[in-house]
């Protein structure tokens, strides 16, 4: 008999806890695991008591379904995800919805729903936040994939979520294909961005406030009760307090290698093929990456010096206030990239995201939880279509109000010697982001003088112009001409009446790694292999590493 509102697929405590949830809410769920002894375990210990039921295979879990029949896989993301789908395929009915809530890669999420919406099955990819503890009492939910399928999983998925204000869902729908697993990576990201600042601000007080560790934890707990109360800052100032069994604190022991899972990685990735300078995500993944140097940097530091008896003399409670002010100008930096990420994305891909319903999603059961989401949401409620968080009066007023302890910091950080990537990044995009012109003329200036690769003059925007810069300092023989185009657009390839002699093309197909050309035919046409320009070469010889 068909009993089940849901089947889960994947007993680990993820979804176990996941299972309890939905149990909490009356919903009865169907819980299956590969190894079946597993199902066993959970239904004699954990969910012993509860309306939740078991299946021993997967054609006995479809079978307890009610119509149309929902699964939640929660299992390792890649090929396990395909495995399951392709044997759940031939048991199912159109209309039938399979949900991945794992950690996907969006990619993945997009091609599933390509595939299974061709044998009339309905997928949902949602990114799933919160933990162990936010998976038992209330994730944060991003679903996204088949529209036709949230009728079918919105009841669920809000009960399940967490709540705030006045019992808001941190749940709702993000969009089509694989925006909500897009949506759950540059949350990651996001994580991996106030992970490394609040690191940074730790590194400040430790090594230049010279603060001990019931000292720091003090200082976080006052900051928790500020715009920077947040879920990390909390947890930090119990790690800070936090005692080992000898009654010495823990932390100074522990090895200072952070490990990471990749989906920090993805972002960033995605901010640079998307064009999108989402600098500070970048930073925080590389800090990772050279703080798991750790044998280099021992060695390193035997040998490389740094300031000086350089030690702070200053107010230091004045100076600890700056890297509150440092830390919350930074990160609304990092959030206003995050948000420059997401509406690229949807660009790219033609999804309609809510940045406010976004926001708010992130509000609560999620590791970002914070009270700074609600102002994001506040920003978006305000204009919807908000190019930028730092153009909105709330936010560009208080980096504006942070800016002097920002710089302070930063600048004080630097002269101790202390690594500050995301501080510092963060300051300086925002001061690229404000300054009307930047030094990229003389940028473009030489990519047409070494590669022909054209420039537009401030007077004529949309009009590529290439100049023969011989009488310049250089020696570099190009013809001058104009390259037309669409408005707006920079020409991509370049014909032989385009470029005479020879031009760099190392820009035109980027996953060769070296090509050595060599040509002594005068007046030779030289097509080069893989789709490269043909250029003309013109009786010398040219020699190209590309």
Not at 522 to 541: S, V
Request: hydrophobic fraction near 40%.
């Amino acid at each position: 008999m068909a009993e089940a509102d849901i089947a889960l697929i994947g007993l680990a405590v993820m979804g176990q806890n996941l299972i309890m949830n939905m149990n909490d809410h009356d919903f009865v769920v169907c819980a299956y695991n590969r190894t079946v002894s597993k199902v066993h375990n959970f239904l004699n210990n954990e969910a012993k008591g509860s309306k939740v039921i078991g299946a021993e295979s997967l054609e006995d879990m479809v079978s307890k379904l009610k119509k149309p029949r929902r699964i939640i896989l929660l299992v390792k993301a890649g090929q396990a995800v395909d495995d399951f789908i392709d044997k759940l395929v031939p048991l199912l009915d159109a209309g039938d919805i399979i949900i991945d809530g794992g950690n996907s890669e969006y990619r993945d999420t997009t091609r599933r729903c390509k595939s299974l919406k061709e044998k009339g099955l309905l997928f949902v990819g949602s990114g799933v936040s919160g933990g162990e503890e936010g998976a038992r009492y209330g994730p944060s939910l991003m679903p996204g994939g088949h529209k036709e399928a949230w009728p079918h999983i919105k009841d669920i998925f809000q009960s399940i979520a967490a709540k705030v204000g006045t019992g808001e869902p941190c749940c709702d729908w993000v969009g089509d294909e694989g925006a909500g697993h897009f949506v759950k990576m540059v949350h990651n990201g996001i994580e991996y961005g106030d992970m490394q600042l609040i690191c940074e601000a730790y590194h400040l007080m430790k090594d230049v406030l010279e603060m001990d560790h019931d000292e720091m934890a003090q200082a976080f707990d006052s900051w928790n009760k500020t715009e920077l109360d947040s879920f990390l800052i909390e947890i930090t100032a119990n790690i800070l307090k936090y005692r080992d069994s000898d009654g010495t604190h823990l932390l100074p022991k522990i090895r200072d290698s952070a490990g990471q899972k990749g989906t920090g990685k993805w972002t960033a990735i995605s901010a640079l093929e998307y064009g999108t300078p989402v600098t500070l995500i970048g930073e925080a993944v590389f800090a990772r990456c050279l703080s798991s140097l750790k044998d280099e940097r021992v060695e390193a530091s035997r040998s490389l010096s740094g300031p000086q008896g350089v030690k702070f003399s200053g107010d230091k409670a004045a100076f600890l206030e700056d890297i509150r002010k440092a830390l919350y100008a930074s990160k609304i930096i990092s959030y206003a990239q995050g948000f420059m990420l997401l509406r690229q994305a949807a660009k790219e891909f033609g999804w309609t995201l809510n940045y406010g319903a976004i926001a708010l999603m992130w509000r609560g059961g999620c590791i970002i939880r914070s009270v700074f989401l609600g102002k994001i949401k506040e920003a978006f409620d305000r204009d919807s279509e908000l190019q930028n968080l730092l153009l909105d009066n709330f936010f560009s007023d208080a980096v504006q109000d942070c800016q002097a302890s920002w710089r302070r910091t930063v600048s004080t950080g630097v002269q101790h010697g202390i690594p500050l990537p995301c501080f510092t990044t963060a300051l300086s995009f925002y001061d690229g982001y404000r300054h009307e012109k930047l030094p990229a003329n003389l940028l473009q200036a030489q990519r047409d003088y070494f590669g022909a690769h054209t420039y537009e003059l401030l007077s004529n925007p949309g009009h590529f112009i290439h100049t023969n810069w011989t009488g310049h300092g250089g020696n570099v023989s190009s013809s001058s001409y104009n390259a037309k185009c669409d408005e707006g657009k920079r020409p991509e390839r370049f014909g032989d009446e385009d470029i005479s002699d020879f031009a760099i093309l190392h820009e035109v197909l980027p996953q060769i790694v070296s090509c050595h050309v060599l040509c002594t035919a005068a007046n030779k046409d030289f097509t080069a292999p893989h789709g490269f320009i043909r250029t003309r070469l013109r009786g010398q010889r040219d020699t190209a590493i590309i």
